[in-house]
Nanobody, 116 residues
Framework: VQLVESGGGLVQPGGSLRLSCAASGFTFSTYGMSWYRQVPGKERELVAGISPDYITIYADSVKGRFTISRDNAKNTAYLQMNSLKPEDTAVYYC???????????WGKGTLVTVSS
């Protein structure tokens, strides 16, 4: 099983990034996919999630700016991040969760830095 995040980097405030999470080794379409983020000294927090049937949830801090999506044909989840703020700076992690069998998989993360 692998989850590989990509697309992080340095961006100026107000800019955009799209993160990708490429999955392999499990039946992607049956798993809920989520993005979390973590800064040093703080707990990892949920940013956005999308269920197998495309129901989405967002943290209040990113509503209207971030969009989560999934492409089951490509076994990939995405996080489109617009209007980025310095407080969005964090390591972003991808998570796959199967609700029925209670299995979680995590990626290793990708760093997003929002700074001028």
């Amino acid at each position: 099983v692998q989850l590989v995040e990509s697309g992080g980097g340095l961006v100026q405030p107000g800019g955009s990034l799209r993160l990708s999470c490429a999955a392999s080794g499990f039946t992607f379409s049956t798993y809920g996919m989520s993005w979390y983020r973590q800064v040093p000294g703080k707990e990892r927090e949920l940013v956005a999630g999308i269920s197998p049937d495309y129901i989405t949830i967002y943290a209040d801090s990113v509503k209207g700016r971030f969009t989560i999506s999934r492409d089951n044909a490509k076994n990939t989840a995405y996080l489109q991040m617009n209007s980025l703020k310095p407080e969005d700076t964090a390591v972003y992690y991808c998570k796959a969760k199967h609700y029925a069998i209670r299995v979680d998989y995590w990626g290793k993360g990708t760093l997003v830095t929002v700074s001028s």
